[in-house]
């Protein structure tokens, strides 16, 4: 079973799928961008066609998001990893303290990064359900003076996703790299905000920050200046090579969220898309998913079979009905589908039939 021509449903966690109008898009223009007689991949960053290129992708994002001036938009690189380093590096300033709220995986990987540079204290943990709930914010401890306080919106590895922003005295910094997109959010309740491309932005290779202007210019002395978000923002993302085709790609991405009518209309699909997914999960004793309801995430949805040993058996037959990447993370096994924007509800439902198939014959 495929989509166009020969396209399997791809429900990898990242790089992820992308929109097939947007990679057929990409085809027609590779060779001839707009009869400039060249592709994309080889202008110069300081062409006056690139730098439209570049400006028309900000100013698309800007009209999703809803991005007030009062925020620089940077397209940098080194993945959502990278900010890890970066976020303490910039935003530390005069006592060193930071706050961390641990969900999951990359929670506990940004608290590392930062505890190289930065007194970190966690406010908040959901360690003691085994990271299927994301913790009450009754109960977050929080530090007055802290530089900044980060969370993890949405964990891609336990696909735990919180329903609210918290509300905090200090800075916001969210690592968004895995929901960014999949709904609307006002910007303005954060400090920063970072999303590695390749989930729901376009190619990896690229990565988006969001940052409020007043946090700039206070990076650490030793900052490499690549990293330094000020200097970063002074020459327009530019001040090497960016990484130019994936920065293209994510602008005809976000032309392409704009033209289905923008994030609230995606929210509507994605709410639908997760919730089809998750009551076939629930309404099966074959498959189980064990994040509580409230915070089950909209992107990605792990899920177990009653019998493990029929993983691999799962996992072959769907890849014979064109359903690719179903593998769960390697630290905990099972399945998981990752479902973002642009794997449509057709691809889901092919999902949970397949999914209804292989309980009938082989549980
Ligand atoms: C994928 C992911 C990362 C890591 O992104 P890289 O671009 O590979 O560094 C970090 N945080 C979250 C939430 C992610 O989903």
């Not at 935003?91 to 540079?117: C, F, P």
């Not at 327009?236 to 085709?245: A, C, F, G, L």
């Not at 998913?289 to 990605?300: D, I, K, T």
């Not at 642009?342 to 439902?349: D, H, I, L, P, T």
Request: aromatic share 10%.
């Amino acid at each position: 079973m495929s989509v166009g021509v020969d396209r399997s449903f791809n429900f990898c966690a990242g790089p992820a799928a992308l929109p097939e109008a947007v990679l057929t898009q990409a085809r027609e223009e590779l060779l001839n961008w707009r009869q400039r007689g060249l592709s994309v991949m080889e202008m110069s960053h300081r062409s006056e066609e690139f730098v439209a290129i570049a400006e028309q992708a900000e100013n698309s994002l800007r009209r999703l998001l809803d991005i007030s001036d009062d925020y620089a938009v940077l397209f940098m690189q080194g993945g959502a990893t990278m900010q890890f380093s970066a976020v303490p590096l910039n935003l530390l300033g005069g006592n060193g303290r930071a706050d961390y709220v641990n969900t999951g995986q990359w929670s506990k990987k940004a608290i590392k990064e930062a505890a190289r540079y930065a007194d970190v204290k966690v406010v908040a943990s959901s360690e003691s359900t085994n990271f299927t709930t994301v913790p009450d914010f009754s109960g977050w401890e929080c530090r007055a003076d802290a530089a900044y306080c980060h969370y993890t919106p949405n964990e891609t590895i336990g696909g735990v996703e919180f329903s609210f922003v918290p509300d905090l005295n200090v800075p916001l910094v969210a690592d968004m790299s895995s929901t960014i997109l999949s709904r609307p959010v006002d910007v303005s309740q954060f400090g920063l905000i970072y999303a590695g491309a390749q989930k729901n932005i376009g190619p990896a290779g690229l990565t988006v920050v969001i940052v409020r202007r007043d946090l700039l210019g206070n990076a650490h002395a030793l900052t490499p200046s690549l990293l330094d978000y000020q200097f970063v923002a002074d020459n327009d993302s530019m001040q090497n090579t960016p990484p130019t085709y994936s920065w293209y790609l994510a602008g005809l991405v976000f032309q392409w969220l704009l033209d289905r009518g923008g994030l609230k209309e995606q929210a509507r699909t994605n709410e639908q898309k997760a919730s089809a997914l998750y009551d076939a999960i629930d309404n099966s004793s074959f498959y189980d998913n064990p994040v509580e309801p409230q915070s089950r995430s909209w992107m990605n949805v792990p899920f177990t079979l009653a019998n493990p040993e029929l993983d691999s058996l799962f996992l072959k037959k769907a890849e014979q009905r064109g359903l690719l990447n179903l593998k769960g993370h390697r630290s905990v096994g099972g399945m998981r589908a990752s479902i973002y924007n642009a794997v449509e509800m057709e691809a889901v439902q092919a999902l949970i039939s397949f999914m209804y198939d292989f309980e009938r014959e082989c549980a």
